[in-house]
């Protein structure tokens, strides 16, 4: 007889908490500073801030620019630099597969994005006979998710690449922002030991 009034009550507290998010959804989509998108059973699918859409925008933008900025930066420095048009699945064994990147459409500026893979460039060089094969991820702050350090580290392991570079935003020097380049073994030794 315990058990049950415990699942009871735990019963109406669920309850009444679902009732509270309904609640804070519906005066979200009642106002202002909100976008809602609606599901196609007329249901509230999902909320965004207005001032974090436009955040997000400028974010992409600036994003957008350091990635011209790095670019010719490589190409300045005599590196054959292209966009990187592969992806590598990992699973949760650890194994890997290269497959071309997902292409994204945009509905509203009718721009199709090529450039999604990971990482952002291949680079190559000629170094006497041979030539010098490496990736660059552009990052402005400089850090990796645990997914972007894994695939990092698969893609040296099976030699894809010679070196990965993580190429950041250096420190202010008046008007100028310096771009920075972290050899991706030498910053995560603890990861190839």
Wanted: proline share 2%; hydrophobic share 30%.
């Amino acid at each position: 007889m315990e058990i049950e009034s415990k699942e009871i009550e735990s019963e109406i507290k669920s309850t009444s908490e679902r009732r509270k998010e309904i609640l804070e959804k519906i005066k979200k989509a009642g106002s202002d500073e909100y976008v809602t998108i609606w599901d196609q059973e007329g249901r509230i699918g999902e909320q965004k801030k207005k001032s974090k859409i436009k955040e997000g925008k400028t974010s992409r933008a600036a994003g957008g620019r350091f990635e011209l900025r790095v670019r010719k930066d490589l190409e300045e420095k005599g590196w054959v630099v292209d966009k990187w048009s592969n992806n590598l699945e990992i699973d949760s064994t650890g194994q890997g597969v290269i497959i071309p990147a997902k292409r994204k459409f945009n509905p509203f500026s009718k721009v199709m994005t090529i450039g999604t893979g990971f990482p952002d460039f291949i680079a190559f060089r000629k170094i006497g006979e041979y030539y010098e094969v490496i990736g660059v991820e552009v990052k402005m702050n400089g850090i990796l998710s645990k997914i972007e350090k894994q695939k990092c580290k698969f893609l040296l392991d099976k030699k894809i690449f010679n070196e990965i570079w993580v190429a950041k935003q250096g420190e202010r020097e008046g008007r100028k922002m310096p771009i920075e380049y972290d050899e991706f073994k030498e910053r995560y030794k603890r990861l190839f030991n």
